[in-house]
């Protein structure tokens, strides 16, 4: 087995040959259960690639350190986002799914580690699903994610995430490129089947060409 792909996982193969790879990114104190729910229903028939976040904070796994809420461990945040992207190029040979049609689906801790991959390996993911995203670090360069598909949702009463945290990563991203869909709610933190309702739509509209492409 390829060291990289040392993360507690699950991996479910899709239903079509030529489709796309869901990476489900859980939240602090979840793990590679959690999601798969949430991924069978935004995206029936992709196969699902789901790791558990190694480090823990007290017990709870999450996908890097962070030093206190919203302050981030940088370094430890640049090492995971590196070995996280390993870990799905090394899943890709393992389990034979297609390296270019990869989407990440992160929640909370989950879809900022999706953010910096996003930032740091701008190649890796072709589309991402961002709940409760905040800005993992200022990129010094700006990435290449031109034409790239992200949806975010937040919440404008979150209070792990201030709004103009949000609004920055958006901002970042598209200043990079991407084509960012941000959706703002009344809500908090945790995600509502709203917001899910709003992701399954817009990811309705994007796979058709990704599956394609
Ligand atoms: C984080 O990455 O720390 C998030 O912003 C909040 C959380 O996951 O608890």
């Known amino acids: 087995m390829s060291p990289d792909l040392a993360f507690d996982h699950r991996f479910v193969p899709g239903d079509d040959e030529a489709g796309v790879t869901l990476l489900l990114l859980h939240g602090t104190g979840g793990n590679e259960e959690d999601l798969i729910p949430l991924g069978q229903d935004l995206a029936p028939g992709a ?3 789901s790791p558990r976040g190694k480090v ?18 940088h370094e430890d945040l640049l090492f995971r ?11 890709a040979e393992e389990y034979g799914f297609d390296p ?16 910096s991959t996003l930032l740091l390996h701008p190649g890796l993911l072709r589309a991402a ?5 905040m800005v993992p670090f200022e990129p010094e360069v700006t990435p290449d ?7 975010m949702a937040a919440g404008r009463t979150d209070r792990m995430i201030p709004p103009d945290n949000a609004q920055r990563l958006a901002d970042i991203l598209a200043e990079a490129g991407a084509e960012v ?6 809500v908090g933190h ?10 399954k739509e817009w990811l309705a509209e994007v796979l058709p060409g990704l599956r394609e492409s």
Do not use: M, Q
């Not at 986002?81 to 899943?91: D, K, P, Q, R, S």
């Open 129 to 133: 699903v961002l709940f409760r995203a």
């Open 47 to 49: 196969a699902i690639l």
């Open 190 to 199: 945790p995600l509502t089947y709203e917001e899910v309702g709003e992701a």
């Open 100 to 115: 270019s049609k990869v989407l990440a689906v992160g929640y909370s801790n989950g879809a900022n580690v999706a953010a």
């Open 145 to 151: 994610l031109s034409g790239l598909p992200v949806f």
């Open 181 to 186: 869909d941000l959706r703002w709610r009344n």
């Open 81 to 91: 986002t590196h070995e996280l992207a390993g870990f799905v190029e090394a899943a």
């Open 56 to 73: 823990s904070e007290y017990g709870a796994p999450r996908f890097f350190r962070r030093l206190a809420e919203g302050v981030f461990d």
